[in-house]
């Protein structure tokens, strides 16, 4: 319940402290890192590739925005399926194997995923994006304002965050994380692991899909990057600092990670070297994230008084 | 047979080291990079192809002794941000470095021109890289097999454990094997330069070619590795010939029907 009111008040604080644009991303970016955590942090599948189906939803979404007109719940439904459905494709293909090769499997399809949507430049637009994906309206409310379509993105961001606590808590949750903490033990339960991570998977990818879909209309276009590997990093960085066991573990971390990312792009065009830094000392020094640092000075302060 | 060289460096070190390098395409970029520096200060092509692989071999010893080294205990999710971090950091300082825009690089003069092979007629260049990397690919597998460290660095592949039990030291072996994937990664890259030219996008490209050569030979297994570089190659090589566009999403595409009927990949025993 703490949990809860320190978000809604974070939701109303944001768009005070930066611009609604960037707000409006990190709860998009939470969303996707939800999706991701539900893999990584409960089922144990580190995935590589979350940015295939978060960008396929982008590409398939905005294409109908752009040329059918459809509206945002239709846009939205058609981005989790769509992502769902890649994800099975992908999930087919990956979760017979797991560690090392699941994590290569998942990349490589990720560059495929990639190459198509660069090469495929009529509809894609390659290198260059798909440009002009429209905001349409909702019940009669101008989405073009960005602090609208905050209000949209965060309480969706509340709804995914809603759907998420009760998958893992539902005895699918517990399944999948029998299965991250002694396979071959929930499979002589009965419990046919493969299929269960491919559940997780799908479920993971339709989070993608709809991340993709608010993104791509909150900047009006889908940048190739969005189904490049650099995103499906950013996305396991954005997840690890947060902490990837706890549920609040991917918002932390999508705050850290935007605010991180925003503030280096204006200090230099390469950037991207400076967030390689950042990932390197994390990974050296601050690993367990920032939830798993807050709860040590905790237990720390609590010990002292 | 360049994939090969690729796919052997990666999965020596996916073997031997257990940690998924997604830094093996920045190494490979740095090789070329390297050789362009080298030939430009130096004016010979051969001490560049000499000198930039010891060079990316020694820049692989550093970043094991670094850092990898310090994340065996961890995760496979840690060690993949700390090598993705070290790609993103060589991408980058490659465009502070040499600039963002690809440069294109012209092989020795001897290698210009091209061969009349009877029914087809082929770059000198192209002919000689391949017999190099086919060289290298006979020599690491010479040292592999033949050599009491290519025992040991196989030994560790199989079973870690024992091998430090018999007295061996492990973070040596694993440091040795780091530096030497580096270095078939930056050969790769210093014969490629002359043929594809160099920008700071073609490690990407290579690291999820390499990575496709890994899991098709199957985890560990050097020799499918090898084996798995020349079919994805040839395949390539093929498709390029009919239809240009899809080249490279056609190496996905056939690791994915692979996979569909093999699962541990066309050599993978595991």
Request: contains cysteine; proline residues 3%; charged residues 10%.
């Amino acid at each position: 319940m703490r949990a809860l009111t320190l978000l809604i008040a974070a939701i109303v604080l944001l768009p005070l402290a930066v611009r609604p644009a960037i707000a409006s991303e990190i709860w998009i970016f939470a969303i996707f890192g939800l999706g991701l955590n539900l893999l990584l942090g409960y089922t144990g599948l580190l995935s590589f590739g979350q940015s295939t189906f978060f960008g396929s939803a982008a590409y398939v979404a905005g294409y109908l925005l752009k040329y059918y007109a459809i509206g945002i719940p239709l846009a939205l439904g058609v981005g989790a399926g769509i992502g769902a459905l890649s994800a099975l494709l992908v999930g087919y293909l990956c979760v017979q194997r797991s560690g090392l090769y699941f994590i290569m499997l998942t990349f490589a399809l990720n560059q495929l995923f990639y190459f198509i949507a660069y090469q495929w430049t009529s509809v894609t637009g390659g290198e260059d994006g798909m440009p002009g994906i429209p905001r349409p309206a909702l019940f009669g409310v101008d989405l073009r304002d960005a602090l609208h379509y905050y209000v949209l993105v965060s309480a969706l961001f509340l709804l995914a965050l809603w759907l998420m606590k009760r998958i893992v808590e539902s005895p699918l949750g517990s399944i999948l994380q029998a299965i991250r903490e002694n396979e071959v033990r929930a499979d002589a339960l009965g419990y046919n692991a493969p299929r269960f991570r491919l559940a997780a998977f799908v479920i993971g990818g339709a989070f993608s899909g709809a991340a993709g879909v608010l993104y791509a209309m909150l900047f009006g276009i889908v940048p190739l990057e969005a189904i490049g590997f650099v995103f499906s990093g950013n996305v396991v960085f954005a997840t690890l600092i947060g902490g990837s066991g706890s549920l609040y573990g991917p918002i932390i971390g999508s705050f850290v990670f935007i605010w991180l990312s925003e503030s280096m792009s204006v200090m230099w065009a390469r950037w991207p070297l400076l967030l390689g830094v950042a990932f390197v000392i994390v990974v050296l020094f601050f690993r367990g994230g920032v939830v798993e640092a807050w709860s040590r000075i905790w237990r720390f302060s609590k010990r002292t008084a | 047979m360049l994939y090969a060289l690729m796919g052997l460096g990666l999965s020596l070190i996916t073997g031997v080291l257990n940690i998924p390098n997604f830094a093996h395409g920045a190494l490979f970029a740095v090789g070329a990079y390297f050789l362009v520096s080298v030939v430009g200060l130096l004016g010979n092509f051969w001490l560049g192809l000499l000198i930039a692989p010891i060079g990316v071999a020694i820049l692989g010893l550093l970043i094991e002794f670094a850092g990898i080294r310090r994340l065996y205990a961890a995760g496979h999710d840690y060690q993949l941000l700390f090598t993705f971090g070290l790609a993103l950091i060589l991408n980058e300082l490659i465009i502070v470095i040499w600039g963002p825009v690809g440069i294109s690089h012209l092989p020795p003069a001897i290698l210009r021109g091209g061969v009349d092979l009877g029914f087809t007629f082929y770059p000198k260049y192209r002919l000689f890289v391949m017999a190099m990397a086919g060289l290298l690919v006979v020599a690491t597998w010479l040292f592999l097999e033949k050599t009491r460290y290519g025992a040991i660095m196989r030994a560790g592949i199989e079973n870690k454990e024992m091998v430090s039990l018999l007295g061996i030291d492990i973070h040596k072996l694993f440091t040795l094997a780091f530096a030497l994937g580096a270095y078939l990664a930056g050969i790769a890259g210093a014969l490629t330069a002359p043929i594809r030219g160099l920008s700071p996008g073609m490690g990407v490209d290579m690291l999820g070619i390499a990575f496709v050569v890994v899991a098709l030979g199957g985890l560990g297994n050097l020799l499918g590795a090898i084996a798995a570089g020349l079919i994805i190659g040839i395949a390539q090589a093929v498709v390029a010939a009919y239809w240009t566009e899809a080249s490279t999403a056609v190496i996905f595409a056939v690791m994915a029907a692979v996979l569909l009927v093999r699962p541990q990949g066309l050599f993978g025993i595991r």
